[in-house]
């Protein structure tokens, strides 16, 4: 269990870009975490997006794939999601989650700590 603080968020046009990062806090020492990204839209259970461990393989919803970027640098406790040609259906919280380092789960039960959330809403 680690505190996570989500930034970035926010609203933009269809076909738009955006970043998220999050970092872990109280932190300054690299993290070997598995640290990634799921969100919630209203009506809609929880989702999956993107994950990657401290080895660097990186996993990613079908549906965003070859859209999003999910990048962390092993010398800082930080998990960036750079999120490109945005679709209404993007439309969702988006938690920044940290996981048993070694592991690189899908399952949301699997992620022990999750951040506060930041909105992101595309506009079509």
């Known amino acids: 269990q680690v505190q996570l603080v989500e930034s970035g968020g926010g609203s933009v046009q269809a076909g738009g870009s955006l970043a998220l990062s999050c970092e872990i806090d109280?932190?300054?020492?690299?993290?070997?975490?598995?640290m990634g990204w799921f969100r919630q839209a209203p009506g809609k259970e929880r989702e999956f997006v993107a994950a990657?461990?401290?080895?660097?393989?990186?996993r990613y919803l079908d549906s965003v794939e070859g859209r999003f970027t999910i990048s962390r640098d092993n010398g800082e406790n930080a998990v960036h999601l750079q999120m490109t040609s945005l679709k209404p259906e993007d439309t969702a919280v988006y938690y920044c989650?940290?996981?048993?380092?070694?592991?690189?789960?899908?399952?949301?039960?699997?992620?022990?700590?999750w951040g506060q959330g930041t909105q992101v809403t595309v506009s079509s």
């Open positions: 989650v940290a996981a048993t380092p070694g592991t690189l789960p899908i399952e949301a039960r699997e992620y022990k700590s």
């Open positions: 109280g932190r300054t020492f690299g993290s070997p975490y598995t």
């Open positions: 990657t461990n401290w080895a660097g393989r990186k």
